[in-house]
């Protein structure tokens, strides 16, 4: 089953290359992706095995972090057959500068968006660290395309940065592997292959201070992926020039990788005894992350970078709550699960505000309710749900670890965390509220709203929504189980 | 002592990289580096078949592919030389020696767990990685920046090489395929940069800011 | 008894072969030009025609420009009196330090050289006399660093007990800190006597000159003593190079010092290939050139320190 679920979208990425008909490559697209969500949900049924001598194995960190990615990709595609359509017909002027400029082939963009899945689902089920790396590498070299599909000079900026500092982060993280084998190395003769479960099974007998050096070079080396600042300098750009349901793509389901990769290493420097040692420094980078994205959030001009540093904080909350330890955990990987659904739909409608409205400066969008009222509805939803609002799903994992922090008498760290969150939300609520509100005097390129470009955002925020009230007891012992691994409860 | 005279090699590449301006020499100082270090695994371990296959194809990557490839690159671009780094040419030197001991500083504070073929292979590498960081940072042309991320391959590649012996060569691959890729990928970059705004100064690539 | 007869031979040979090296660089790049070249004892000829001139005072010089060639002579015979040939062969006065003592020999000769140049009160000696010292300035450290290292190394610091400690076994261990040394040495001994592609000996241009400016006023038999010393100077340097290279020690006396001089002669030849090849480099570029010496003696130190 796991073949499956790598092979498919492999196999549908190759063929999308060579497919010249765009409805049938569409098409492709859309029933990878739903394939793709089949198996998942199915993968909460049965357990599958695990292939290729344990290297790829659906563990329970696997299963919540895939099983997100899946939905996100499915809704995705829904948004990017309208989207794709729309790009072939229209007139490509970028309205920044006025200039022409080109797309890059449709086909590229599908081959890579499918690839994307592959190694995302590789990624994330791989039980090696050695292969966890190198296809982390392999999503960083097939985004870089994905950014680059408005052909401009901005976006390309955008990618060499994307490129160079995500390419250092990831050697780093090569450099984390290694120590991470010196560790491993045995006293006596035979060292501990780099496999997640032996690793974890003998932490003991790892050594101490190259474990510490691993996990500092695995933090910052993923982080960089990640978000977590100061890392995340290629964030705001990638986020902001590439097309919306690239950025959502990465928001939602890239910068999770990146996390499942630390989560991992975390795993390891746990059963070998560093356990504070690891629980510091991720609570050390989630309030930083918080704090950059609280400055760099007020007075954003534009709205897609006010996302992008929505993002980064997001990213500081769970590393925040991993490293909180306790109920802070769950809460933690709640709030994966809550943030990707409300970011993707945030990230879509703002494509489609980009698309009718034609400017990425948030201050000349106004009237949302009035002009384009789907949109504006499914915006402000997300907006009030992406900085905590109840009875959305942010909210309860936003509290669940702040109780955490509390109960556990660190009143400063949850004192920091609580008016860093105020912050943030003043910030954004100043910003985005306002575009929904107001009446607009911008001549628009309205047309009807497509059903494809709203549908999506809809059902995720309509999923957060339930999600924030009521939480299915299966995900629930899930949840717990994967708390328990990490070290909470 | 082979291993020891590649080391030293390493170091000396290192330092000239830092010091020139000229481009061209920087690709074929570069080269030499990774030839020297395809090199590595057949004197510190024994010269068994995969090993050598192992060692031609890096030398052949590092040694012939890359170095044509930037090249090419530079013809195209027409770009000779580096005029104004952040960091001058003269202090970029002599912070070669600086983090040179730094970098035995460091690997004094790390004791291996097992003994490594040469005492010098740990800290010239933690000293080739810092150099291609530096040159990341302190270098403003894009195709200067692409050689830092060489170079810090280079240093992972010869720590690699230290542990070896404890895992098998599923990492060595791993990094060169890396390399390549990444290499490749940026090559490419490069080429779409200097025709969308006709320089690769990426000083000048600044139109994204907050 | 044979101890002295070494201690005295190795000034002896300096005093007589030294102006055979000029010779050889130039003939050396005679040939690489497809000249025939002057005759490899073309500088003995100068020495004797100018030590056989009178001498040309100018009004604005005093006693210090008539004083400064035999001073820098002087002391020039003084570094030859501490710096032993290759092999470690105790020289005529070596103890505890004298490296030190030596490099301030040099100094004092260098000191003299620009005062005097100064004291002629033109404005050509003045800026040959800022460059030389400038550069000087940055090429005493490498120096020193480099014999640091080597007296790291060898833990000894006199000459005579770092070129006899250069042994074969030495080599194995201590190999990068050697070469490492020699490397910082040869861009020393190329910019200390005034070489391409520091400086160009044959050039009379305003814009390239550094050494032979400082000594455009000096005639006749001052002008014989500064030729002489530069000759001598080279030889200097060049022991100094071969004496940290070379690890012929343990050698008998019959066979070590003549090895030692003909590898001085093959570093005369090296500096002639050197001259042929490279082109003189632009003053500003100079002080890279330098600081790169210099980072390669603290390389040669950081690893003699590792050990």
Known sequence: MIWALILIPFSASLLSLLIRDDKLRRGLLVGSAICHSIIMALSWAQTFIPILGGFFAVDLIAQLFLSIASILFLMTSFYAVGYLKTEKHENKKDFLENRLFNNAPEAVFTACLLMFLAMMTMVVTSQHFGILWVTMEATTLVTAPLIYFHRHHRSLEATWKYLLICSVGIAVSLLGNFFLAIAASSHNGVSIPLMRGELIARGSELWTPWVKVAFIFFLVGYGTKMGLAPLHTWLPDAHSEAPSLVSALLSGALLNCAFVGILRAFEVTAAAGQLVFAQDLLVLFGLVSMLFAAVFIIGQAEYKRMLAYSSVEHMGILALGVGLGGSAVYGSMFHAINHSLTKTALFLIAGNILAIYKTKIAADVRGMLSSIPASGIFWMAGILAITGFPPFGIFLSEFMILRAGIQQGRYFIAAVYLILLAIIFIGISAIALRMAQGRNTRPLDVKVERRSSIMPSAILIFTTLVLGIYIPPHLNNALHVIANLLGGN | ?210 | MTELILKVIQPLAALLLAPMLLGIINRVKAKFAGRKGQPILQTYYDLWRLFHKGAVYSNTTSWIFRVAPIICFAAIILTLMIVPLAGGNRSVFSFSGDLILAAYFLGLMRFFIVIGALDTGSSFEGMGSSREVHFSALAEPALFIALAAMARQTSSISFSGIFSAVTPHMWAGGCATILLASAAMIIVLVTENARIPVDDPNTHLELTMIHEVMVLDNSGPDFGFILYGAAIKLWIFASILTGILLPINGLPFIISIPLSIISIFIVSIIVGVIESSIARLRLISVPNLLLTAISLAILSLVFALRS
């Open chain 2, 1 to 210: 002592m082979w291993t020891d005279i590649v080391m030293v090699l390493l170091i000396l590449t290192n330092m000239v990289v830092l010091g020139t301006s000229r481009l061209r020499a920087c690709i074929r100082i570069v080269a030499t580096q990774g030839v020297a270090l395809g090199v590595l695994p057949l004197l510190i371990h024994s010269i068994e078949t995969h090993i050598l296959i192992f060692s031609i194809i890096s030398i052949i990557l590092k040694g012939v592919v890359f170095p044509y490839m930037l090249l090419r690159t530079l013809r195209q671009l027409n770009v000779w030389r580096e005029d104004d780094p952040y960091v001058g040419y003269g202090m970029s030197l002599l912070a070669g020696p600086i983090t040179l001991a730094f970098s035995y500083w460091v690997s004094t504070r790390l004791p291996m767990p097992f003994s490594i073929h040469s005492p010098m292979l740990i800290p010239v590498a933690f000293f080739t990685l810092i150099v291609g960081l530096f040159l990341i940072v302190s270098r403003k042309k894009a195709l200067t920046q692409v050689l830092g991320y060489l170079v810090l391959e280079n240093g992972i590649y010869a720590f690699g090489m230290a542990i070896a012996n404890q895992q098998p060569m599923l990492i060595e691959l791993g990094t060169l395929l890396d390399v390549f890729v990444g290499v490749f990928v940026m090559g490419i970059a490069i080429f779409h940069i200097s025709r969308q705004f006709d320089h690769i100064d990426t000083d000048q690539l600044s139109a994204l800011r907050d």
